[in-house]
Nanobody, 120 residues
């Protein structure tokens, strides 16, 4: 069984930075493509970033490109999302997921989410 536990969310002012983490219990993250998603109130869940099983293929949503960085630490079996130059529209619950897939129905595991709030 795979468990994903996010942490690191909080309240930050616009222009600030925050790093959220996703600790994975179970198989190594080197076995999975991992993804970050977010959902704002009244909106559908949307893709933010992904990193493939080898760590060599990384993708970002256009809305976060150049501001967010996804990374991983295989020794800690943890995936990170470093968020810089935050904007109020980045306010959402952030979820990690595995295995990452564009078809959400094929994603087997989701974390419980961590709230990120960006004040203007």
């Amino acid at each position: 069984q795979v468990q994903l536990v996010e942490s690191g969310g909080g309240l930050v002012q616009a222009g600030g930075s925050l790093r959220v983490s996703c600790a994975v219990s179970g198989p190594s993250i080197s076995s999975y493509d991992m993804g970050w998603f977010r959902q704002a109130p009244g909106r559908e869940r949307e893709f933010v970033a992904s990193i493939n099983w080898s760590g060599l293929n990384i993708m970002y949503a256009d809305s976060v490109k150049g501001r967010f960085t996804i990374s991983r630490d295989t020794a800690k079996n943890t995936v990170y999302l470093q968020m810089n130059s935050l904007k109020p529209e980045d306010t959402a619950v952030y979820y990690c997921a595995a295995p990452y897939n564009r078809d959400y129905d094929l994603i087997r595991f989701w974390g419980q989410g961590t709230q990120v709030t960006v004040s203007s």
